[in-house]
């Protein structure tokens, strides 16, 4: 069995192989035996035997070697001129291959480049519909057309990426995709911020331009829906055309006015928004933001200006405010793809109305301005079209006009106030005189008063009333038209007109003109004539209450049926006879309070020696002012000239009776009494002259009959017929009070002691005194215990 080569690459290779052949194990045992000197012996005898053979052999083959030696020297300088001659040939090919192997590197390389450009060509040719597809994107979002650019991705992303998908800058590209959707979302939002920021600003000038076409519409004035311009410097005219600015400007807003309100603003941003947030599939998420954002401009719209109430221009501006958000929303709702609905809007209009009618409300009850509030209802009024012809529910308005109305008729009531206040101030309280038929004309036209004696006396004639007759009669017509003024195109009934005005004009004679008639006759210092010619005005006003139905039933075309009670009539007549009923009694209260300014005036000597024979003059000045007041009582009713001369004598003679009586007085004389009753005669003759006519003889004298009694008493000293006659209903002093008799009685005594008769008169009269003071005191315990 052969054994197998072995590889021998260094010493350690020789080392192991040697180490593991049987040689070795051969060699190992001689080493390890006895056998060494065997083994060198016959290594010797063998490599002799080896050495011999190669000797044979070399000398075998001996000639063939030389001759082999000379034929490769042969060779060697063969070789040397053919390694000459193929070197030589090499050169050659060398330099003859340089130029070659130079062109085909450049063809390598053309080839190279050449199948580069075919595949670039070809890259392209797949890439460039993908960039140029992105170029498109990337302008599109510089131009902000973002609904194209929108749809210019999706083509992107669906079509192109995929087919160079294995391209890095596809990837970058796709992973882009989002946040470019996002860029335009935010865009598109930014978009429609801006959009909201605008109509913000224009929706005054829309609501101006609506309600100017809805003015045109109703017949309405159209400056009421005109905002007035702030106005400036005028500018020098146009140097190319010699137009003036002011020209321009108008031509302007009349071109700008002759377009819908719709025009003026351009709603292709809500839209286009609309579109991508429907295609992104977030419209939900556009539509709550969208009318989010409307509400909060609604609320901001619906907040008035602080000094609205100040002028018209501040409700005009607000209400155009308002006008124009619901403008908007009405042609987005027609033209928003649902973006707006109905509901949405019915419930914005209904928050909307309420917080609009609560801030006129408020803002026009600090208004007192009759013609103010007159504006500001052709202003709702208008406001009110202009919503109704957008389908908007304007029920709210036409109440708050009613509530507008009880306002301006309370503006108007207070407007009379002072109207009424100054009549009463500038009035005279004298007959008006007038000297020719013009000025007797004039009156009548202004309050139709008919007297035939008053027609058939001559000039000058001389009416019983003031001048404040026709002027308050005047003004109740005046304020009745100022009434029926705001009632116009209420849409109100021909009743409810109707009922409205005579409500009004009751409150107005009821109220107002009864307050200040009130306040009038009660002013502290009227003097007695001014009240007599304000009672005698009240009774003429009363009659021209007839006068004021018939010009209420004319104005608002009812028909007066006077057979049916409570039906057209106006309050004023109950009202004038209340007012002259104060007014008497203030009448009688003055006359009482001037007749004490003369009454004060009295300076009895109660100690007098002699009476004056005369009657005092204080007496005689009464009577005089007595006589001149009751001439003035001539146009006033008899019952109350004849209750005020009664009240005036009686309040005389009890002033008189009370000067006797009073405790001040402690001590009087006889002669004092006859003065009294000098005083009291002058009072009586006064009193037989009947001042008043009407009265039943004797019955002003009936008013000194308790004094004249007293006095006739004393002066006669008639005591027996007195006593005699006490308690029988035919006596002769039958109203004279034993206790008031008791008290001048006692003051006689006490002026007794003075001394003032003789010894043996001021004996008898003392006597007589005290016997009479003990029989009256008699008289008395017995009314005490009866």
């Not at 004094?707 to 006669?716: A, I, V, W």
């Not at 006596?731 to 006692?746: G, S, W």
Request: hydrophobic share 35%; charged share 25%.
């Amino acid at each position: 069995m052969e054994e197998e080569p072995f590889e021998i690459h260094d010493l350690d290779d020789f080392e192991r192989i040697f180490t593991t052949s049987s040689l070795y194990q051969e060699i190992m045992t001689i080493y390890d035996g006895d056998e060494h000197g065997k083994f060198m012996e016959r290594l010797d005898a063998r490599i002799r035997n080896h050495d011999r053979d190669i000797e044979r052999m070399c000398n075998h083959h001996y000639q063939g070697f030389i001759d082999s030696i000379r034929e490769l020297l042969q060779v060697r300088s063969q070789a040397h001129k053919l390694k000459t001659e193929v070197v030589r040939i090499d050169e050659e090919a060398q330099e003859s291959a340089k130029h070659l192997l130079m062109k085909s590197e450049e063809l390598i390389k053309t080839r190279k480049v050449q199948s580069n450009i075919c595949a670039a060509i070809d890259a392209l040719t797949l890439c460039l519909p993908v960039l140029t597809t992105y170029s498109k994107l990337q302008k599109q979002m510089q131009e902000k057309r973002y609904y194209p650019a929108l749809k210019t991705l999706e083509q992107l992303e669906h079509t192109y990426l995929p087919r160079v998908a294995s391209y890095r800058f596809a990837q970058q590209m796709r992973d882009n995709i989002p946040r470019v959707r996002e860029d335009i979302k935010q865009a598109s939002m930014s978009d429609i911020k801006d959009f909201l920021e605008t109509i913000r600003r224009v929706s005054a000038r829309i609501g101006q331009v609506a309600m100017k076409h809805a003015a045109l519409q109703y017949n309405m004035d159209p400056k009421l829906a005109m905002t007035r311009m702030k106005k400036h410097a005028p500018m020098p005219p146009n140097p190319f055309t010699g137009e003036t600015y002011e020209a321009q400007s108008e031509a302007q807003s009349d071109e700008e006015e002759d377009l819908c309100a719709q025009d003026l603003i351009n709603f292709a941003p809500v839209y286009r928004c609309l579109h991508i947030y429907t295609v992104l599939g977030a419209r939900e998420q556009f539509e709550t933001y969208y009318r989010q954002q409307r509400r909060e401009q609604a609320r901001l719209a619906l907040q008035p200006p602080t000094n609205m109430h100040e002028n018209l221009e501040g409700y005009r501006q607000y209400l155009h405010g308002v006008v124009g958000f619901f403008v908007i929303e009405d042609h987005v709702l027609n033209t928003g793809n649902g973006l707006v609905n109905r509901p949405y809007l019915d419930e914005v209009w209904d928050m909307a109305s309420g917080k609009v009618v609560n801030n006129i409300r408020n803002h026009s009850s600090y208004c007192t301005d009759t013609h103010l509030m007159l504006s500001i209802k052709n202003l709702i009024m208008l406001f009110a079209h202009t919503l109704q012809n957008y389908g908007y529910a304007v029920n709210p308005l036409h109440e708050l006009l009613l509530e507008v109305k009880d306002h301006y008729n309370e503006v108007l009531m207070l407007k009379w106030v002072q109207v009424f206040r100054e009549i009463f101030d500038e009035d005279n309280y004298h007959p008006i005189q007038v000297d020719t038929p013009e000025e007797y004309n004039r009156i009548t036209e202004v309050f139709p008063y008919h007297d035939a004696s008053l027609e058939q006396a001559p000039f000058p004639k001389r009416f019983p009333f003031s001048l404040m007759v026709p002027k308050v009669y005047r003004q109740v017509k005046n304020y009745v038209a100022a009434c029926l003024e705001f009632s116009e195109d209420l849409n109100l009934s021909q009743t409810e007109k109707e009922d409205m005005v005579r409500k009004s004009t009751n409150l107005l004679l009821t109220r107002t003109l009864s307050g200040c008639l009130a306040t009038l006759i009660k002013r502290p210092g009227l003097p007695l004539l001014q009240l007599i010619q304000i009672t005698i005005n009240t009774l003429h006003l009363e009659h021209a209450n007839v006068l004021l139905e018939h010009y209420v039933a004319r104005l608002t075309g009812s028909i007066e049926d006077s057979s049916i009670p409570g039906i057209g009539r106006l309050q004023g007549k109950a009202m004038f006879k209340d007012i002259r009923g104060e007014a008497e009694e203030q009448i009688y209260t003055a006359l009482r309070l001037k007749l004490d300014e003369f009454l004060d005036l009295a300076s009895y000597d109660w100690m007098l020696a002699e009476p004056q024979g005369t009657s005092s003059s204080y007496v005689t000045d009464l009577i005089a002012f007595l006589s001149s007041t009751f001439c003035a009582f001539t146009n006033l009713p008899v019952r109350v000239a004849q209750t005020a001369c009664m009240s005036a004598c009686q309040h005389v003679a009890k002033s008189l009776m009370n000067m006797l009586l009073s405790e001040d007085v402690k001590q009087m004389s006889l002669a004092a009494l006859e003065q009294v009753n000098l005083d009291v005669i002058q009072c009586e003759q006064f009193a037989a002259t009947e001042p008043v006519e009407g009265f039943e003889e004797g019955a002003l004298l009936m008013c000194f009959s308790d004094l004249r009694q007293l006095l006739d008493l004393f002066m006669t000293e008639d005591w027996s017929t007195y006593f005699h006659d006490y308690g029988s209903e035919n006596a002769k002093y039958l109203r004279v009070n034993p206790h008031n008799a008791i008290i001048i009685v006692e003051k006689l005594r006490e002026g007794e002691k003075r001394g003032m008769f003789s010894i043996l008169k001021r004996s008898d009269k003392k006597k007589l005194l005290e016997t009479v003071l003990k029989q009256l005191k008699q008289l008395t315990q017995q009314q005490h215990s009866t």
